[in-house]
C-alpha cells in the first residue's frame, strides 16, 4: 500500500482522505493546521506514552517479586501497603479541593437518569442510542419480562395490555399523585389557568406539570417533571389503546437515556484505518446531524435518522423545547494501543489513543459550530454548551489522568479551541487508579466530568496485579468480597468530597443481562441509592425501565445524606486481595469453573476474529444471553491463567476444556450463517486467539486483550 506522507507521518489513504475531505470542511481547520499539529502531538507525546506503558511493566514486575518473596508467609497487609507507597504505586492523599469544571451541560450535572454504550461502529445502534432520550414506558413493559413473564407470541394481547397500563398508572401516583384520587380512575386531563386538573383536582405538587401541546382543555400530551426527569402523557382516542381507555392516555413517553458513551474502544473491533474510519465517520454523522442507517423491518426498508426535538406550551402558553437525543459523549482507546492507521517515521504505529484524541475532537467541532451559531433550541446539537465529551478509559494512576488532559490541551491548541473544552470522563477501572482517585481527580480537576466504576476491568486488573499472590476465588465469590464494596463506596464517596454533585456524573457500571428486565428493575435500583447518578444499561429499552429508579431516588438528596456522613471506604479494604481462603473445591467444582470460563472466551473471541464484531448478546454456558465486551473476556483469560499459574489446573485439562467448550460455542451459533466451526480441527484463528489468551494470558500488558485480540483479528481480514 502506498501511503500518503503528511509532515513525516506516513498515513493510511483511507484516513487521509477521510480526514481531510470529510472531517475538515466545515470546521475552519485547514488541512495543514491539522496535520501539522498532529504531527507535533505525536513527537511531543508518543515517547511520554511509551514511558508510561514502561512504567506500569516496572510498577507490575516489583508486585510480582514482593509476591513470590512473601507467597510462603501470611499476607502482612500492612507490610504489603507500606511496599506500595515505597515503589510510588501508592500516593499520599493530598489537601481537599473541589474541581471547577464549567459549562456542562445538565444531563451531566444536574440530571440523575441512565446512560447507554454502544459500539460506534454500528451505525443503527448508535442511533438508537442516541434516539433514546425518549422511550415508551408501555413497549418497555410490554416487549420485556419486567412484569414477570416474557410477552405471547402472536399479536397483540389484550389481557397483558391491560396489565402494562395498570402498572403504568401505579408509577403514575408514585411520581405524580394526585389530590383525592387516583390516575387509574380518572377521566379527564386538562390545563386551566396555567394548571393541570386532573377531574378537577390538582396533583399534589402542581409545580410538576411543566407543559402541554394541543388544545389545554382537551392536551394531545402533557408533560410532567420528577426529579429532573421529563414525563409525557400521550392522549389519542383513536389510538388502540388510547380508545378503551377511559382517559384516552395512549401511552406514557419517559425521558430515559440521558446521555449515551459512543464506544470507540471495548465493544469495537478497530484495527486498522478501515476499521478506524467506518468509527470516526459515524462519530461525524452524529455530530454533523446527519447520520442515517437503512434497515429492514416487516419487510419494508426503513431510513434512522437523529429525532428532532420537542417543542410545548409551558403551563402560562410560552413556547418551550426538549431536545431529541441524548448528550453524546465519544470513548477514546487507552493509553496501551497502537494502531498501523498511522505510521511513526521510524515506521513504527501510531499510539491509537493520540489520533482518537486529535480526530474526536475534531469532528466534535461540527457541533461546537453548530452551538456557537444557533441561538434557539432547533436543530441537532449535542452539547448547548459548547463542551466535547470525551471518556478515557484503562488509566493507571494520577501520572497517567494528567497524561491525558496534557493530551487535550495540546489538541485544543492545534485545533483553536478553548482551554478546557474537552471534558474529561476518568474511568475508575483499573487498580491503581482506584487506590489513587483523589489525586486522579486532581489531575484533571479542571475537565473531569464524570468518573465511572467499571467492576469488569477492574476485576480482571485486580487477578492481574496480584497474579503471584496466589489462587483467586471463583468469579462469582470474587464479588462477595469485601474489596469490591470497598471499591464502589470510595468512588462514590471521593466524587462527593472533590465536588462533583452538581457538576458531573458519578456513575456505577453496566446490567451485562438484556433479556432480564424483572431482575434489572429489583436489583439495579441500588445504583441511585449508592449516590450514583448515572449507571450504564444495555439497550434504549433498559433505559426507559431504569429511568424508573430515577424517579422513585431522589438522588441528590442521597449524595447530601452521604457527603455529610463522612467517607464510608479506605483504601485499606480495597487492598484486601480476594484471593481464595481456603480452597476446598472438589474436582466438579474445579471442572464447572473452568469450563465456564473457557466458553465465555471461546463465545465473545470467536465473532470478534470471524466478525469483528466487539460486543454482542452471547450465550453463557447455561445459554443465557449476557452482554460481552473485552472486559468481560479480560476476567475469563486472567482467572484461568492465575489458576495454571498455582497449580489449581493445567494446561492439559484447560485445553480440554477449550475443545470441549468449542463444541458448545458452535452449537449456540449454529443458526448464523456467517459463523465458522471451531470443531472438529481446532485449528482456526478464532480458536488459537482464544487459548492464547489463556495460555499467555500471564503475559499480557495489565492482562489486556487487545493485543492478541488484535493480532489475530488483522490476520483473519488478511486472508479473506
Known amino acids: 500500500m502506498t501511503r500518503t506522507e503528511r509532515y513525516g507521518l506516513q498515513v493510511d489513504p483511507c484516513l487521509a482522505t477521510f480526514v481531510e ?48 518473596a512473601h507467597r510462603a508467609k501470611p499476607h502482612d497487609h500492612a507490610a504489603y501497603a507500606a511496599f506500595l507507597g515505597e515503589i510510588g504505586y501508592l500516593l499520599p492523599e493530598g489537601p481537599a479541593f473541589q474541581i471547577d469544571t464549567t459549562n456542562v451541560d445538565p ?70 399523585p394526585i389530590a383525592g384520587t387516583s390516575h387509574a380512575d380518572v377521566h379527564r386531563y386538562y390545563v386551566k389557568d396555567g394548571v393541570l386538573l386532573i377531574d378537577d383536582m390538582p396533583l399534589v405538587q402542581p409545580e410538576k406539570f411543566v407543559g402541554y401541546t394541543g388544545n389545554p382543555k382537551a392536551p394531545e400530551t402533557v408533560l410532567l417533571r420528577n426529579n429532573g426527569l421529563h ?4 392522549f389519542d382516542r383513536a389510538h388502540f389503546i388510547g380508545a378503551r381507555d377511559q382517559a384516552c392516555l395512549a401511552d406514557v413517553v419517559l425521558e430515559s437515556a440521558l446521555s449515551v458513551i459512543m464506544d470507540c474502544e471495548d465493544s469495537v473491533a ?81 499510539p491509537e489513543g493520540l489520533m482518537d484524541a486529535a480526530v474526536t475532537a475534531l469532528i466534535a467541532m461540527h457541533d461546537l459550530a453548530k452551538t456557537a451559531k444557533t441561538t434557539t433550541a432547533g436543530g441537532f446539537r449535542n452539547s448547548v454548551m459548547g463542551s466535547v465529551y470525551v471518556v478515557k478509559p484503562k488509566m493507571h494512576g494520577p501520572e497517567e489522568v494528567a497524561f491525558t488532559t496534557e493530551i487535550f490541551t ?39 466530568a464524570f468518573i465511572n466504576t467499571g467492576f469488569l476491568d477492574r476485576t480482571g486488573d485486580e487477578i492481574h496485579t ?27 464517596d471521593i466524587g462527593l468530597e472533590c465536588g462533583l454533585s452538581g457538576r458531573a456524573q458519578i456513575g456505577k457500571g453496566m446490567w451485562a443481562m438484556p433479556d432480564l428486565m424483572s431482575a434489572m428493575l429489583e436489583q439495579k435500583i441500588d445504583h441511585p441509592k449508592s449516590g450514583a447518578n448515572c449507571a450504564w444499561v444495555p439497550s434504549p429499552t433498559a433505559a426507559t425501565l431504569h429511568a424508573l429508579h430515577y424517579h422513585k431516588i431522589d438522588v441528590f ?41 473457557a466458553q465465555g472466551i471461546l463465545g ?34 486472567q482467572a484461568l491463567a492465575n489458576w495454571m499459574l498455582h497449580g489449581v489446573v493445567d494446561q492439559d485439562q484447560v485445553m480440554a476444556a477449550m475443545k470441549k467448550m468449542a463444541l458448545v460455542v458452535d452449537r449456540q451459533n449454529a443458526a448464523d450463517p456467517q459463523y465458522h466451526p471451531m470443531a472438529p480441527g481446532f485449528q482456526g484463528i478464532a480458536f488459537q486467539a482464544a487459548c492464547d489468551l489463556v495460555f499467555k494470558g500471564r503475559a499480557q500488558p495489565s492482562g489486556y486483550t487487545e493485543p492478541l485480540l488484535h493480532h489475530y483479528r488483522q490476520l483473519a481480514k488478511a486472508g479473506r
Not at 231 to 234: A, E, G, K, R, T
Not at 609 to 623: A, E, R, Y
Request: include cysteine; aromatic fraction near 8%.
Open 21 to 68: 475531505a470529510e472531517a475538515l470542511p466545515g470546521t475552519g481547520v485547514s488541512t495543514d493546521q491539522f496535520w501539522q499539529g498532529f504531527a507535533g502531538l505525536i513527537r511531543d507525546l508518543a515517547p511520554k506514552n511509551r514511558a508510561l506503558l514502561a512504567k506500569r511493566d516496572l510498577l507490575q514486575a516489583k508486585i510480582d517479586a514482593w509476591h513470590i
Open 107 to 176: 444531563e451531566i450535572a444536574v440530571v440523575p437518569g441512565p446512560q447507554l454504550v454502544v459500539p460506534i461502529t454500528n451505525a443503527r445502534f448508535a442511533l438508537n442510542a442516541a434516539n433514546a432520550r425518549w422511550g415508551s414506558l408501555y413497549d418497555a413493559f410490554y416487549g420485556t419480562d419486567a412484569m414477570g413473564s416474557t410477552p405471547p407470541a402472536g399479536g397483540y394481547e389484550r389481557g397483558r395490555g391491560a396489565r402494562v397500563v395498570a402498572r403504568a398508572r401505579v408509577f403514575l401516583d408514585d411520581a405524580f
Open 231 to 234: 414525563v409525557v402523557l400521550v
Open 270 to 350: 478497530c484495527v486498522d484505518a478501515e476499521d478506524k474510519v467506518d468509527a470516526y465517520r459515524n462519530w461525524l454523522g452524529l455530530m454533523k446531524g446527519d447520520l442515517t442507517a437503512v434497515m429492514e423491518k416487516g419487510g419494508k426498508t426503513q431510513t434512522r435518522r437523529l429525532n428532532e426535538d420537542r417543542s410545548y406550551y409551558t403551563p402560562t402558553g410560552d413556547a418551550a423545547h426538549l431536545k431529541g437525543r441524548s448528550l453524546m459523549w465519544v470513548r477514546n482507546v487507552g493509553h496501551l494501543m497502537t494502531n498501523p492507521a498511522i505510521l511513526l517515521p521510524d515506521g513504527s504505529e501510531v
Open 410 to 448: 495540546k489538541v485544543e491548541e492545534f485545533l483553536g479551541l478553548p482551554l478546557n473544552t474537552v471534558k474529561l470522563g476518568i474511568m475508575d477501572e483499573e487498580r491503581r487508579t482506584t487506590v489513587n482517585l483523589k489525586e486522579c481527580i486532581r489531575a484533571a480537576q479542571h475537565r473531569v
Open 466 to 492: 496480584s497474579m503471584e499472590a496466589g489462587p483467586f476465588s471463583r468469579k462469582d465469590f470474587i464479588k462477595r468480597k469485601g474489596w469490591i464494596t470497598g471499591y464502589e463506596n470510595q468512588n462514590v
Open 557 to 597: 438528596a442521597v449524595q447530601r445524606k452521604l457527603a455529610a456522613g463522612g467517607r464510608r471506604a479506605f483504601v485499606e479494604t480495597i487492598l484486601d486481595i480476594p484471593l481464595a481462603t481456603y480452597r476446598k473445591w472438589n474436582e466438579a467444582q474445579v471442572q464447572r469453573e473452568v469450563e465456564n470460563n
Open 604 to 637: 465473545y473471541v470467536v465473532r470478534w476474529i470471524d466478525q469483528g464484531v466487539g460486543c454482542s448478546k452471547v450465550p453463557d454456558i447455561n445459554d443465557i444471553a449476557l452482554m460481552e465486551d473485552r472486559a468481560t473476556c479480560r476476567i475469563s483469560s
